[in-house]
């Protein structure tokens, strides 16, 4: 069995969760009758379950080791995500709550099963694991679209994927080495593991293209209808388009980290995404958009593998710790991001919304040297 596979399984797992929830988001708002600023605010709740579980996903991680941890998460998202699709709004932002925290000790947990696997085999995967994020993405996509250009409203669509998710997890039991020994914390008892200088920079890289990943996950299945005039299926394979690169560049990404500096691979990002939204914008066709979309999933492929391994090595605090560092960074310095696009998107366009994300992106590329030189 490759190297990879087992925690590859969890990032697939965990992605066609999250994508089969949001692909499905324009019926579901409209069930409980709420606009976009409205749907931006529950959104923001699984920024609040990420705050929440910052200060013990390191520690559930380190307790019940990486393989238990991981599992576990996987398994109780799974019946979440169709609840939240027959919810009424105010359980639905409970729900967004509840999604944050469990999705951070995933990712906490699944990160450190891909690292776990590099110091013990001595093999790159952390790319190749996170490509398969993509190929849940790409997977759910396909699905969400198919499921509904069927007219299949989303309650049994998604009660579907959360069975499969289910069997999923239990595999991954039998997968994953049972052996793991749990890692010894660094954070001395804080409630939250604070970022040092060393995480903050990390963050400071990825910013604008964290911004912008997220905008197309929340946004994203909008636009193509909206602005693209894409029918429910044509925007499922328009998501595909963004999703199939995001994870053809990650299945190379660990070549390419051994490869290039992660300066030029940053700002080879930034450039690709830039260019992507801006064409995207101005040309708001669903062939142009496709290609748009190919070109800005193969930009911000490679900014989670490069954080996480930049973060997992840095020295003075377990690997976990340094995760849940980061995620608290990046959480923060985008705490009020959901409603205000949201609201954007509401009373100025959503063109505008994709628009905001160009400044930040010129911020990433203009900070990547600095910062990498300062590590």
Known sequence: MPHFLPPALLFLGNATLFISLFVRMPEISADMGVGKSALGIAIFGASIGTFLALPVAGRITNRLTPRIAATLALGLMAPLIPLMSIMPYWAFMLGF?????IRTVLDVAANMVAMEVEKTTGVKVLSR?????SVGLLIGSLYGGFMAGQDITPFPHLITVAVAIMALALIELRLLPKGGVSTTSGSGGKIFVVPDK??????AIVFGLAIAEGTIYDWGIF???NVLGASPANAGLLFACFTASMGLMRMFGDQLRGRFTPVHLL????????????VLVAFPNIVVGAFALIVVGAGVALNMPVAVAAVTQLPG????????????????????????????AEHFGLQVTFLLLL?????????????YRDM
């Open 97 to 101: 709550v509840s999604f944050g925290f």
């Open 129 to 133: 694991s996170h490509g398969f994020w």
């Open 198 to 203: 060393a995480v903050l920079l990390v963050c």
């Open 223 to 225: 636009y193509f209808r």
């Open 267 to 278: 700002r080879f990002s930034v450039v690709c995404v830039f260019s992507g939204i801006t």
């Open 317 to 344: 605090r377990s690997a976990a710790d340094n995760l849940a560092a980061m995620t608290l960074a990046l959480m923060l310095s985008t705490l009020g991001v959901p409603p205000l696009m949201g609201t954007v």
């Open 359 to 371: 400044p930040m992106l010129v911020v990433s590329f203009w900070l990547a040297p600095r910062a």
